[in-house]
């Protein structure tokens, strides 16, 4: 019970409904990992024990209703809810209080999530101020983010499941650096509204876990269901596509060694492994994400621009006066080229059981200046395909590297099975 | 001064910059109007007289600051504002006070707008229950939704300007019914945070206005500019595109006849009016906005499903539960097809100095059960291309029927100009 704070979510409502583990000892178990840990992680923006005490008791008194009852849950700190500061880590909304749920919160409590507390970001999960946590196992290296203290949180044991958010990277690059489990749903499949925005066309709220089980939990909960359930799935005789993508080049020694490592398991767990070039356009996708992604931006900080200027990180100042002079129809050509590459990547990963590509360049890299690239990412966000990070290798340094295990659109549920069995025969190797 | 209410915002705004009208007149003629009108038009969902005098005055003590210092402005109440409550005409929102501005909201507040106060909409600005707004010159008439209070607030003087939404002609049809002037910008110029979600994809923030220039003063306000500032125009020797699209079997006699008469009066102006049939695959494009409405619709509403089942309206169990049996595959398909159609239409338009469109199937039909069909306005919905309402025509009975100009994307402020001077030659009409 001392221990609680290890259990994988799955375990832990296992045991809550069984009726072997109270919510309040459960919750306890990860205060007690927080107050010896985070002095050094710093991924806690806000954090009550004694409110999340009081919600623990209360729900130990009720039946159990949802299939997360109990759980405790970490939200980046870009997500409104009703009873915590939603502070973005902008001076702008210091001790800011929305008063409401964003709608994920909202589902998750309707499902009987306890929202433990409210976890580190960088500035409005776009740029600007960096926060100050460490990665979990080495302190001059970053944990990645932009969603770093779910990321870190959940890596280091302080809850089994967070919520975070990708625009570029900022869910798969950390959680491959700190070694956990994360999805980023296919775009659009689960609401985003009381999320800050930065990017319509990009922005997906993320899950963050340290079992994939978790992940697939959450799926059930907001509702993501393929047009045909996976079925049993095996990886002998599976055809895996290996796709580098068009910025290999930008891979570590960490990187190329895990992908080729990931390959050679996979070949011994039977499965043939392909390489997947994709066709030329989808080269230019890197940059047409970063149009993409400014030009929006250029509208979602014109209201703090007008109203809180001298507040305001000149990172997103850049971006509403368009420092990058991104036009009318250089934004069209960006969202055009994305559009038409969606159903041909939907067409070509149809061909395998699985693609595979790097979720980072490497292993975390050093400092907190930096929260690392999201170089490997952003074509996929961009492509709105769903993307679990699978953990279980390392660089050579001994820190993560995980792999980035993705499929069709709508496809999530497929490609989380994929992973988890990708999963399996990692831990393995 | 007793008249101040009739006057444009640019009008206003103007006196107000002079000196020759305080704020506080202005708006206590707002309020004197709607005191009159309120117990017939209902168009109000939220409204204090003395809180709005009050912030008047305290408008008229600070110097002139912003463009819009003084302007009182009317809100769909799906649209989140700090002081007062946001209730989206949903059992599960009564008194609901999120106490954060949307993003939108904050901008126009920074930019010295007074929010007057929230007007109706049908339920969610989605389906559900229906407002008892009324028609301003005929009660046995709907004013058309699901922005029905802003777009009859405007029409009847109560306010010179308010924001609606339109995802799919929920601002376009109105305006039409009640012969007021309303813009559509593209999707993404304006940051729809804090405003209600239906569907991404097309939810996008309206204006509503009864002079152009109102209209054109909100693009300043916003941001939205051309890649080329629109130069001097003018329709003698224009070449105007009348689109009749792939859904003129639905058009009545009111939208035939106005659409004869603005082809005639702009040739009488020296334009080349030229019919305009789009490709085959733009007839699929109504179909493929209802797979995408109600495909997100879907993930948008699964939280007050979850938490707020009895008081949800059937109209929304129904897209949480897919009752249309959409499938990824077929939202996909959707997807594509408007993303293919996008960059046609584009390239289609740049022929022409603009596209004119019905907008709507007639004058305004009657009863309150109906908010009439926004069959005319769906697909410029989803092709994301800004479209703005031009009044000026009757039908049958004497009854406002308007016409829509629209363009390529980003292309809004030549839009508006071409709708300016189509308004021009439509009124001498």
């Not at 940059?287 to 931006?297: L, R, S």
Request: with cysteine; charged share 20%; hydrophobic share 40%.
């Amino acid at each position: 019970m001392t221990e609680a704070n290890i259990l994988s979510a799955t375990d832990a409502l296992a045991q809550i409904h069984a009726g072997t583990l109270s919510v309040e000892d459960l919750v306890r178990a990860c205060l007690a990992r927080i107050a010896d840990r985070e002095p050094y992680l710093r991924a806690w923006a806000w954090l009550e024990p004694a409110a999340v005490i009081a919600q623990a008791r209360e729900l130990d008194k009720q039946p159990v209703k949802g299939p997360l009852h109990g759980l405790p849950i970490g939200v980046k700190d870009m997500i409104q809810t009703r009873d915590m500061p939603t502070q973005h880590n902008s001076p702008i909304y210091v001790g800011h209080r929305p008063g409401i749920d964003a709608a994920p919160i909202e589902t998750l409590r309707a499902a009987g999530a306890l929202i433990l507390g409210k976890t580190e970001t960088v500035e409005f999960a776009g740029g600007g101020r960096k926060p100050l946590t460490r990665h979990p196992s080495d302190p001059a290296r970053t944990p990645g983010g932009t969603s770093s203290g779910s990321v870190a949180a959940v890596a280091d044991c302080h809850i089994p499941l967070a919520l975070g958010t990708q625009t570029a990277g900022s869910t798969i690059r950390p959680s491959s650096f700190c070694g956990v489990w994360a999805m980023k749903p296919t775009w659009g499949r689960v609401s985003r509204e009381g999320v800050k925005v930065y990017s319509l066309t990009l922005d997906t709220l993320t899950w963050i876990a340290r079992a994939p089980s978790d992940l697939d939990l959450l799926c059930e909960v907001f509702q993501i269901q393929d047009d045909t359930p996976p079925g049993d799935l095996t990886l002998d005789g599976a055809r895996i596509a290996f796709c580098r993508s068009p910025v290999w080049d930008q891979a570590e020694d960490g990187t190329r060694m895990a992908f080729a490592r990931a390959a050679a398991l996979l070949q011994d767990a039977g499965a043939e492994v392909v390489e997947l070039d994709l066709p030329p356009a989808f080269a230019r996708l890197h940059a047409a994400h970063n149009t993409v992604m400014n030009g929006e931006g250029r509208a979602a900080f014109l209201n703090e621009y007008r109203a809180s200027y001298a507040k305001l990180h000149p990172d997103f100042r850049a971006k509403v006066e368009n420092e990058l002079g991104i036009t009318g129809e250089s934004l069209c050509a960006a969202y055009d080229l994305a559009a038409a590459c969606r159903p041909q990547f939907d067409a070509i990963a149809r061909d395998y059981t699985a693609v595979i590509t790097p979720s980072a360049p490497g292993e975390a890299p050093f400092g907190l200046h930096t929260t690392g690239d999201s170089v490997f990412n952003r074509m996929w966000s961009l492509l709105h395909v769903p993307c679990v990070n699978v953990p279980g290798l390392t660089g050579p340094n001994g820190l993560p590297v995980g792999v980035t295990v993705t499929g069709p659109r709508f496809h999530d549920r497929h490609v989380l099975q994929v992973a988890m069995r990708v999963g399996a025969v990692l831990a393995r190797g």
